[in-house]
């Protein structure tokens, strides 16, 4: 009986294995530092998914500097400079923030404002960051393919005062959902 019973559960641990997808992102982004002159080093991935009506960033980098950072869905799937006022500007051809709505105000995932606006990117202090992040503003991973990922120098408060986009500063590290 104890053989049979080893048998069956085996059975169905196999047919589970075979069966069942493996988690996987639905899309994914594919880091790299940003420069005036372009883009450069990869520092890892970020997986988009479409969870229960959210979307998750599962992030994987390292290579960052130590602390909290903006991070934002831009217009644009384009990670290149562009110059603005004779200076070049890292990933500015992403454009702003992702705001199909147009409702032209930074207040964070869990705000009326842009549907870019995620929660702030925490960095360890080996520059690694290993986390999942939900936007439950976003409905649909989908939405967002062929946009920029992006993540800024310094945090992000949720708000466009005292600074505006909620002061996450300079671009520093950029990939296109693809």
Known sequence: MRQQL???LYGVLL???ITLPAAAADF??????VTPDGTSESIGTIGVSSVEGSVTFAVDLHGLPPGPHG???HENGNCQP???NNVRVPAGAAGGHFDPNHVGAHAGPHGVGH???LPVLEVAADGTAKQTLTAPHIGNAGMLHGHALMI????DNYSDSPAPLGGGGARIACGVIQ
Not at 28 to 33: D, F, T
């Open 6 to 8: 080893g048998r069956v």
């Open 15 to 17: 047919t589970m294995t």
């Open 28 to 33: 994914v982004a594919k880091m790299q530092k």
């Open 71 to 73: 991070f934002h869905v």
């Open 82 to 84: 562009t110059v603005v």
């Open 115 to 117: 549907l870019g606006d």
């Open 152 to 155: 800024h120098s310094g945090g």
